[in-house]
């Protein structure tokens, strides 16, 4: 896309040295294998002391499992846990990250994200309905612990095709951690015969007299007593019931119904489920299975009632897959009265049977043979229907239940531990010492206005606390303060009272977003947006994916592309990953917190933003501003204007400045322009063409300025202009430092409540034109503020937005977020 090809998000080379490895592929292998690391490690187990219940929640937050498959078995698992303990026996592991549990299903039942040493003593017994779907990083010390430990096993089929879902290291890295995850387990819930056989076969000989098998489904899967009153001669379609990947064989299944149904006079009625959003690439496989165009219908998301009643008309369901580990779909088709047809797999044969309506997956000829014979046929169907009911398998809601009711004389020999107990393991023990806090941030040189700023503030709150600064191998912190790098507590967590990470809408702050995932963590937010980062680290889809999360709304409009171009159509900031993992949420931007609030469902705490490029001098005078115009070069016979940081069309207007700057060379005023900051290839040909076309003589495009080459244009320049698209687009450190040099400025009102500007800097509305910034311009020049006003509301804005003012503040949020006062 040309808006991210012309920012500096997609640079290759700067995105692959700041990725530092995290996140990419060899970032995921690396978490990984400290995984299978820390699996691995022999320690002592920790004795069960506690009573309470861990039920992994975290596969019931997202639609992708919804109330089938995975989806179908964690939510009776839950209601069953919820049944036979109480709300304040049963702690639920969530990701904050993803949505939150609907309240009906979390109840009163405290939400942790991680298990820690200091808490795994509490509990009794682990239910995991979903080993194989998130990392087992957040349960390592309750997995090495002696508690009862449950988990529902689904299948190994990313064994039996490694090279469709294992392709790369990162995938087989994953999948192997989880594996060595599931041999901690001591119980195994498995949803079929089939899964049970390859678990015990998987975990060995050695291993099968420690652990307990059983096979379990849900009430509602397959009711006892089901009825056969629906068995008869079907007329309705044909249904495919399949799913969007490889391995559910949609193109083999419609490729037999075409060859089975090739030469009949009346049209195809076939009704393809499981495809929802697909219906494209379905009709092209339809024709090539030599069907009429419109004779294969696609259907959308669907109700189970919905789908009940579509079976329950079907002549035939045609279940195709390679392989499955239990397969709801033979399950729910018999259930709603249709005969099948399905591929000849062990799932499938643990199911129905070995009969004539089985047929190789691949085998398209014996499969269309099966279709031909056994479509509307109610036989088929008692048979099937018979034979289903003879499966082996317990009620997974009895078994829960009694493995709650099972957890030995320990839960009646210890006191309850309350959630206010429980709450307090792990937290910081309150005395007088002072705060030790883990600062994790980018750092000077980088090319960072947030890494000027937490230098700045940084080095002021290690005067009043023991700070140890984390950062990446671009930042130098000088020895006088501790430090050390990210990669250090993203790897082995940390010690410290209380942890910080600033995070940013850039590439420099893929470690401190990616260190929320695995500690607890105050986050310090320097943008008002985080758009442009997922959608370099995840796609088009991933940012889609992240600025929908919480929302009623679930879809964009307008195209993410349209908000893109012009940001004041911006939906959604992308805030909701990084507001809920954090313990707090830090912003310096008073206009965007509101909304960043209605969004995340997370009020941030506001800081007034702080200057961190101070004059080097008590006083600034005229002296000092001339000596900087020499030092530049500049014209004295020009007025010079400025406008400061990293050029971008979309959202800092820079174009209406130049068109400004035009207006008033037009007007007879002899302008020299002065963008103050680097800019892609693309915006600087194109700025430097329009200024030349407007008659503007001198303009230039300074790129990047070090720190005393931008200390001088601030004080050289007549008048600064910092404009912005909308006021929610972050908070301005340049107009911050214009304010500080006491150089007249004008501004968009946003961005100047966010800073609080002195008077010397006027407002304008966030929607104007260049017309209207040139008047205003035009009206600060005839009419200047005169240099010892502004001198005096120079020093009284250094002195209330001081680095040392803002390191006390946050100061005291850190010590609310360490759970006492010090």
């Not at 594996?179 to 015969?193: E, M, Q």
């Not at 419109?294 to 919905?306: H, M």
């Not at 304008?764 to 311009?777: G, H, K, R, Y």
């Amino acid at each position: 896309m040309a808006w991210i090809n012309a920012g500096p998000y997609d640079d290759d080379a700067t995105l692959n040295l700041r990725t530092d490895n995290h996140q990419d592929e060899i970032g995921r292998v690396r978490a990984a294998l400290r995984l299978r690391l820390k699996l691995s490690e022999n320690q002592s187990p920790t004795p069960v002391t506690g009573s309470r219940i861990l039920f992994d929640a975290r596969s019931l937050q997202t639609a992708t499992f919804g109330a089938r498959g995975i989806g179908r078995f964690a939510l009776a698992a839950l209601q069953s846990a919820r049944e036979n303990a109480t709300d304040s026996e049963l702690v639920l592991l969530v990701d904050k990250t993803l949505e939150k549990l609907p309240e009906d299903l979390a109840g009163g039942c405290e939400q942790i994200t991680r298990v820690t040493r200091e808490n795994v003593a509490q509990f009794s017994l682990l239910i995991q309905p979903s080993p194989m779907t998130a990392t087992a990083a957040p349960l390592v010390p309750l997995l090495k612990s002696d508690i009862h430990k449950i988990a529902v096993v689904f299948d190994f089929i990313p064994m039996h095709y490694p090279t469709i879902y294992l392709s790369n290291v990162a995938a087989r890295a994953e999948y192997a951690a989880g594996l060595d995850a599931l041999r901690n387990y001591n119980d195994f819930i498995c949803i079929s015969k089939l899964a049970e056989d390859e678990v015990r076969s998987w975990l060995g000989k050695e291993s099968i007299a420690k652990i307990t098998t059983s096979v379990a489904w849900p009430k509602d899967v397959f009711p006892q007593g089901l009825s056969t009153e629906t068995a008869g001669t079907k007329t309705g379609p044909i249904v495919v019931m399949t799913g969007d990947e490889p391995r559910k064989n949609t193109y083999g299944a419609l490729a037999a119904i075409g060859a089975a149904t090739a030469g009949q006079d009346e049209e195809r009625n076939v009704v393809v489920l499981g495809m929802a959003g697909q219906g494209t690439r379905v009709h092209h496989w339809s024709i090539a299975a030599a069907m009429r165009p419109g004779e294969a219908q696609t259907l959308g998301r669907i109700s189970d009632a919905e789908m009940h009643e579509l079976l329950a008309t079907a002549e035939l369901v045609v279940v195709a897959s390679f392989d499955e580990g239990l397969s709801l779909p033979v399950i729910e088709a018999l259930r709603a009265g249709a005969p099948v047809v399905a591929s000849d797999i062990p799932a499938h044969r643990e199911l129905i049977g070995s009969s004539g309506y089985l047929a190789p997956a691949g085998d398209i000829k014996a499969m269309a043979r099966a279709i031909r014979f056994h479509r509307g046929k109610a036989s088929t169907y008692l048979q099937q229907v018979k034979q289903l009911s003879r499966h082996q398998h317990e009620d997974l809601e009895s078994t829960i239940a009694t493995k709650i009711s099972a957890r030995g004389n320990n839960v009646e020999n210890i006191a309850d531990n309350t959630a206010a107990e429980f709450a307090s393991m792990g937290q910081p023990v309150v005395t007088t010492e002072r705060l030790s806090i883990g600062f994790a941030t980018p750092w000077e040189p980088q090319r960072s206005g947030v890494a000027d700023f937490s230098a700045a503030t940084v080095r002021e709150l290690a005067k009043l606390a023991d700070v140890t600064v984390y950062t990446t191998s671009g930042g130098l912190v000088e020895d006088s303060i501790k430090h050390a790098n990210i990669e250090d507590v993203i790897a082995n967590g940390h010690d410290h009272d209380v942890f910080v990470s600033v995070v940013g809408n850039s590439h420099f702050h893929i470690p401190f977003i990616e260190v929320l995932n695995s500690i607890d963590a105050v986050a310090i937010a320097h943008d008002t947006r985080m758009v442009e980062y997922y959608m370099a680290m995840r796609g088009q889809g991933g940012v889609e994916q992240v600025m929908v999360r919480g929302q009623e709304k679930r879809s964009l409009d307008p195209a993410l592309d349209d908000q893109i171009d012009d940001m004041r159509l911006l939906e959604n900031a992308g805030f909701w990953e990084i507001a809920n993992q954090s313990t707090m949420l830090i912003l310096h931007a008073p206009s965007a917190a509101p909304r960043i609030a209605a969004e995340t469902g997370v009020t941030p705490r506001l800081l007034p933003f702080a200057n961190q490029r101070v004059p080097n001098t008590a006083q600034i005078t005229q002296e000092m501003r001339d000596e900087a115009r020499q030092r530049l070069n500049f014209n004295p016979d020009k007025i010079h204007l400025g406008t400061f940081g990293f050029v971008d069309l979309r959202t800092k207007l820079t174009d209406v400045v130049v068109e400004a700057a035009a207006w008033l060379s037009q007007w007879g005023y002899n302008i020299s322009l002065h963008l103050a900051g680097s800019a892609s290839d693309t915006d600087t040909k194109a700025l430097l063409k329009r200024a030349e076309e407007a008659g503007i003589q001198e303009c230039e495009i300074t790129g990047f300025l070090t720190d005393e080459q931008f200390r001088d244009y601030l004080l050289a320049v007549d008048l600064g202009v910092q404009l912005r698209v909308s006021p929610l687009l972050g908070v301005s450190g340049p107009l911050s430092d214009l304010a500080a040099f006491g150089t007249t400025s004008i501004a968009s009102s946003g961005l100047a409540i966010d800073v609080d500007t002195p008077d010397f800097v006027d407002r304008l509305p966030d929607d104007v034109s260049s017309l209207m910034v040139a008047e205003a311009i035009e009206k600060r020049i005839l009419n200047p503020i005169p240099h010892e006003i502004r001198e005096e509301q120079r020093l009284a804005y250094l002195e209330a937005k001081s680095p040392t003012r803002y390191a006390e503040a946050l100061l005291e949020l850190l010590k609310e977020a360490a759970g006492g006062d010090r």
